[in-house]
């Protein structure tokens, strides 16, 4: 029987006719977007309906605020090697981006973000919910766009796409305003593009290559930093071969772990604050330092007088702006990390004798090794972080917050495949390892995601736990629990005389029952003896788990450089 129709219900007429927004979908499908990040509101609401109505089978992920969703949409990018999309609407949508914009474009990650807009005619009027988007943006974005003209999207789109992928990768907005999404297009300009002011460099120079082979033939104690280009270059077999053939040490940036093995024996681990030593000395005495798509940041080289003092530096990376801008560079190779590697691997170097500066090193991993306390009190996290690497074969796809956690597992998950690594590195934004976590498990389904948070970055993104639920997300997610801003009261400790002004979390809530009210189940342990079970149950379980590790409260992270001290100044190297 053909139900009543209620008289109290709002009839709405059947669209017939593609608009803006329409469009905007068909491009997306152009595009191979499979996964979108978003939350709706009134400027974007267009945008929405046609993903309802549109033939497009994308998988839109409601996150439950606009930061979860682009932390989100970075983790499925650093995962996948896709860009990461994002919907949010126009004012407070927009500007709940920006922690999230930011920490692209440091970390040189492909997003293309849409953002909605108040109609043009009352841009500039303070109109309801009204930000200016691309002044906000322009320092943060690799390029950014609003559109005037629905003639324009489709080539808009196809740029938008190339930029944030193409050259050193990062994000790109493009604001919509709300009449070119409801507008009518009639004549659609090509798909086409040219960029004349854009055109990367991948291929190396030939003779900067020579240089380099030149100056490998010479050294005598060359080492390699590997970065995060070497991953975006998708030139980990390259490195290897390459390191390989002449017994080359390779240390790695944060961002860059895992695209060398760190189990190899070439690996000397993690260089910079929280370095190794073994890694932080071979770049201090190297007498070649070749690095591959790595930044030069502060949080690498410490004191610049003092980093690398008698090495002659070769750099290779595919951003011009980067090389020579912090350490002054002998060899520069503007190029994608692939092809230079590629291009050295062509040259067939004689190598002089390097067993003294094999010895040396050697002597410093044994001499100086990584190291924890066992403790009665609580959880050692460092042994924690051990036992975490051994139950998932070091297999997982690891993602962190940012503080004393997040160098615990730089230092003790280690590495061996490439992308499976997500953490914030260039800005440090807590609240990004949680939802960055559900875009990893979102681009790699069939993969281990393991979420590694404390308990102060935990909490500025929890709201997303609900997603593990809608979603039965497999996410094994772990809080470090020390009550307290770890790295925060650290350098208030080591630097401030114990004055620990508002870094000491003396009131959390109850994360398991916190965990249950979102349908996931929550565990809490407290005991070393109960750790390697509680991993095996949790690992085991079909579904997400939170589960509250309670860790020594007062413990540091070493080793450590000290603010202003050189590389080779650290402290804690022993016990």
Known sequence: MKAEMKTDQPIVEQQKTKTGADLLVELLGEMDVETIFGYPGGAVLPIYDALYRGEQSFEHILTRHEQGAIFAAEGYARVTGKPGIVIATSGPGATNLITGITDAMMDSLPLVIFTGQVANHVIGTDAFQESDVLGITTPITKYNYQVEDIADLPRIIHEAFHIATTGRPGPVVIDIPKNISEALPEVISSRDFDLPGYQPTT???????????EALGKAKRPVVLAGAGVLFANATEELKQFVEKYELPVVNTLLGLGSFPGSNPLSLGMGGMHGSYAANMAIYNSDLLINIGARFDDRLTGNLQHFAPTAKVAHIDIDPAEIGKNVPTVIPVVADAKKAIEALLTHNIDMPDHQEW??????????????NERSEEAISPQWLMKKIHEHTNGEAIVTTDVGQHQMWTAQYYTLDKPNNWVTSGGLGSMGFGFPSAIGAQFG????????ISGDGGFQMNLQELMLLKQFNLPIKVIIMNNSALGMVRQWQESFYDERYSESLLDVNPDFVKLAESYGVRGMKVEKESDVEAALKDMLA??????????????????????????IHQMVGVTK
């Open 203 to 213: 291929k190396p120079n030939p003779l900067q290559i020579i240089r380099l082979a």
């Open 358 to 371: 094999k010895a040396t090193i050697k002597e410093n991993q044994e001499t100086y090794p990584l190291w």
């Open 541 to 566: 379980y079909d579904g997400p788990v939170l589960a509250d590790f309670r860790i020594v409260k007062k413990e540091k992270v070493f080793p450590m450089i000290a603010p202003g001290k050189g």
């Open 444 to 451: 790699r389904p069939d993969d281990v995601v393991v979420s």
